[in-house]
């Protein structure tokens, strides 16, 4: 099984593979909100790597409860679903940037890097998250 993680942050698109044990960063995609032109790319990615499963990121907020940004990621979750006939799972992704960045910060990534770099990061850990919990 091929793995894809999705972290889809305000303006880039931080993404992860894995073969189902260890996710590893693909890279990031900058969108600018244009969440079909993204969904599209995505969606040839997917063909191009012959990926299984999607795992995007959930951003609850720390309530649980769903905000924006959730309501956002549902609809582009739906777009992905259309367009590449996968299923798409939900990753519950609190924390995710913060930790991402911890880890940055420990390999002394400078901080101009380490906004390049933290929804690639990011997407690492959503994925790993979903592969651990599945008992991969």
């Known amino acids: 099984m ?3 993680g999705l972290d889809l942050g305000t303006k880039t698109l931080g993404i992860s593979l894995s073969n189902g044990i260890i996710a ?3 890279g990031t995609l900058r969108h600018d909100e244009e969440y079909d032109r993204i969904a599209n790319e995505v969606a040839n990615l997917v063909n191009e790597k012959k990926i299984d ?3 995007l990121g959930f951003p609850k ?3 649980n409860t769903i905000g924006e940004r959730a309501k ?3 609809e582009f979750k739906k777009k992905l679903e259309d367009l590449t006939n996968l299923p ?3 990753e519950d992704e609190r924390l995710t940037s913060k930790v991402a960045n911890d880890v940055l910060i420990s390999a002394d990534t400078s901080r101009k890097k380490r906004k390049e ?3 690639g990061m990011a997407s690492v850990i959503i994925l790993q998250s979903y592969l651990d919990r599945k008992g991969n």
Do not use: A, G, P
Request: without cysteine.
């Open 24 to 26: 590893s960063v693909y």
């Open 72 to 74: 956002i990621t549902l």
């Open 88 to 90: 798409v799972e939900l």
């Open 117 to 119: 770099r933290v929804d």
């Open 2 to 4: 091929r793995y894809m």
């Open 53 to 55: 499963i999607i795992v």
């Open 61 to 63: 907020n720390m309530n």
